[in-house]
């Protein structure tokens, strides 16, 4: 018989077939039976098809693509309602805790000063690196910037955190970030924040980026890595999710803008490691109503909306999606009204994910390649020459009243279409270089303080 993966994949091939429809449920569902685990596993030794790495037929698997990266996720027109949590928990209104027990060199590029490292697995073995680490802990983030961000409307932290936090064997990796959650815990408990905690990189990179830990690969569905992340996973779950626990920290995010390219990364895997990693999870945390989140792998959140009716998981499964405008080539030759058109644009689509599961926008930014005009109107940019003009490359320190008029109305726009579409939003970051920093935009004024405060109200008409 063929491994589940395999069968599934063969099947789903035909997926026009009503009756292969049937049987891929029913391979899913002897699928999670069988990796079921019984106590806490092993390192390495999680049994599921995942981590054998052998039984993956590509030939097969490459065939099933439900969306296409191609073009926008289709639009749901069928909604159902959102099952109920047995404790609702309210819109997240957050922030991402960036650049702290994740160390990414654009964030912090003082420091990696006098170093050749280019990610944390590089900088992590150079020469006081211990010490480095252990300043920039203490400093990047502290108890009072969450009573801080208590007083601008902030009620969730989003906290990346790398596995070798957990599991650093045969690895550079410094151990120790586990312990300045623990304190980021409990500073949002006094201050009355709640805590995500976000598996931001896994064994072998999942997206062969920076800000996976280790920018090679990515190989994090190849040999034992894709083991050793659920390993991890239930580490996680065991402690974060314990009812102790509870009172503050209301989700685990499984992983962090995973890749289904390089080395053996195929979309049908991705998904696997989602059925396996939630029901690792599951199984290990004491707290029934910890959220379980998966990142939405570059395809949208309507990617994922049939996981909740697979796992039963009765709202506690949620998807994350990233929503940026500064990275594709295409967003660069936009003015800025046309991207608060496109961030507008985008509503429908995160409202009917949303009705079917908790879709909650874990990534944004107030960031857009534009420059402003001296008469207040933009254009596409990083540079220019006519008197009057600048570009948002600029000193943010810097920045006339027209630009920072300007990059509230997109920021204003995008809030609101995340507080009425989605279950939650995060800014990347709390603290970055330029319009990268959540404290420079409150300080500047070009993000609300409070963060439901308007200045430029309805810029995406009404919305229901």
């Known amino acids: 018989m063929p491994s589940s993966l395999s069968f599934v994949s063969a099947v789903v091939s035909r997926r026009n077939d009503a009756t292969a429809l049937v049987v891929v449920l029913l391979a899913v569902i002897l699928h999670l039976v069988a990796s079921l685990p019984t106590g806490p596993a092993p390192l390495g030794a999680y049994p599921n098809d995942l981590a054998a790495g052998g039984k993956h037929d590509p030939a097969q698997a490459d065939e099933y693509k439900p969306f296409s990266l191609d073009g926008d996720p289709p639009r749901i027109d069928v909604i159902e309602p959102l099952a109920e949590r047995s404790e609702p928990l309210g819109l997240l209104r957050g922030v991402n805790v960036g650049g702290w027990l994740l160390l990414e060199k654009w964030m912090s590029p003082e420091l990696f000063a006098g170093t050749n490292a280019t990610d944390q697995w590089t900088f992590d073995g150079t020469a006081g690196a211990a010490a480095k680490l252990q300043a920039h802990w203490d400093t990047w983030f502290t108890q009072a910037d969450v009573r801080w961000l208590r007083g601008v409307g902030i009620n969730t932290l989003r906290v990346p955190i790398g596995f070798w936090a957990y599991d650093n064997a045969e690895t550079p990796y410094l151990h120790g970030a586990d312990a300045y959650l623990e304190k980021a815990i409990g500073w949002a408990r006094e201050a009355g924040l709640k805590v995500w905690v976000d598996c931001h990189g896994l064994p072998g990179s999942q ?194 009243p027209q630009m920072v008029a300007q990059v509230r109305r997109y920021v204003e726009a995008q809030l609101d279409v995340f507080e009425s579409s989605t279950s939650g939003h995060f800014m990347w970051s709390f603290k970055g270089p330029g319009a990268w920093s959540f404290v420079t935009g409150v300080q500047n004024g070009f993000i609300p303080n409070p963060i439901t405060a308007r200045r430029f109200p309805s810029q995406c008409g009404p919305v229901p």
Not at 302 to 321: H, K, N, R
Not at 366 to 385: E, F, K, M, R, Y
Request: with cysteine; charged share 15%.
């Open 207 to 400: 997206n062969g980026l920076d800000h996976s830990g280790h920018a090679v690969g990515p190989a994090w569905q190849t040999g034992p890595n894709m083991a050793r992340a659920l390993a991890v996973l239930q580490t996680m779950a065991r402690k974060y999710g314990a009812v102790a626990y509870a009172d503050t920290v209301i989700g685990l995010q499984l992983v962090n803008e995973p890749a289904a390219w390089g080395t053996g990364s195929t979309m049908p895997r991705t998904r696997l490691f989602a059925y396996d990693g939630y029901q690792a999870v599951r199984a290990q945390a004491a707290n029934p109503s910890l959220l379980i989140v998966m990142h939405d792998a570059f395809q949208g959140p309507a990617f994922w909306t049939d996981f909740p009716a697979i796992l039963g998981s009765d709202g506690l499964f949620g998807v994350d999606t990233h929503q940026y405008q500064c990275f594709v080539p295409d967003d660069s030759t936009l003015d800025q009204a046309q991207h608060i058109r496109k961030a507008c644009a985008r509503a429908p689509d995160l409202r009917a994910a949303n009705a079917r599961l908790p879709t909650f926008v874990g990534e944004w930014s107030p960031v857009t390649n534009i420059c402003v005009l001296a008469d207040g109107s933009t254009t596409p940019g990083s540079s220019c020459a006519q008197p009057g003009c600048q570009c948002q490359s600029a000193d943010v320190d810097r920045w006339n």
